[in-house]
C-alpha cells in the first residue's frame, strides 16, 4: 500500500520558521511530482506549493511566495515543506500529495494524499 506520512507540524509563534516532512512508502518516489495543499477550518483546501519529479519546475501560491520553499530528496523518498516567517493565516492543516502525470496546483491533479499534520501560528 501506498503511504504518504506528513510530520513537523504544531503550535508556534507569527515570524517562527517550520519545516514539514512527507514521508512517502509503497511507490517510487523519484517519478512523481509532489505538492503540497492546506485547509483551515471553514476552508477549502488550497494550493501551497509544488514540484517536479526532476526538480526543474515549481510553483507558488501567492500567499507563500517569499515565505515557504518546498524541496525533495529523492535518495530518502521524502518530501519538504520550509515555512519561514509564518503568520496566523497560516493556521492549517498541511498536507502532501503525489501525482503521477505532472506538477499540478490543483487536488484533482493528485493520486495519492497523506492524512496532514496540523499548524497553528499564534499572533
Known amino acids: 500500500q501506498e503511504h504518504l506520512i506528513e510530520s513537523g507540524g504544531g503550535l508556534v509563534q507569527a515570524g517562527d520558521s517550520v519545516r514539514l516532512s512527507c514521508v512517502v512508502s509503497?511507490?517510487?518516489?523519484?517519478?512523481?511530482?509532489m505538492g503540497w495543499f492546506r485547509q483551515a477550518p471553514g476552508k477549502e483546501r488550497e494550493f501551497v506549493a509544488a514540484q517536479s519529479r526532476s526538480e526543474d519546475t515549481t510553483y507558488y501560491a501567492d500567499s507563500v511566495k517569499g515565505r515557504f520553499t518546498i524541496s525533495r530528496d529523492n535518495s530518502k523518498n521524502t518530501l519538504y515543506l520550509q515555512m519561514n516567517s509564518v503568520e496566523p493565516e497560516d493556521t492549517a492543516v498541511y498536507y502532501c500529495g503525489a501525482s503521477l502525470l505532472g506538477t499540478g496546483t490543483t487536488q484533482r491533479q493528485y493520486n495519492y494524499w497523506g492524512q496532514g499534520t496540523q499548524v497553528t501560528v499564534s499572533s
Open positions: 509503497g511507490l517510487t518516489f523519484s517519478l512523481y511530482h
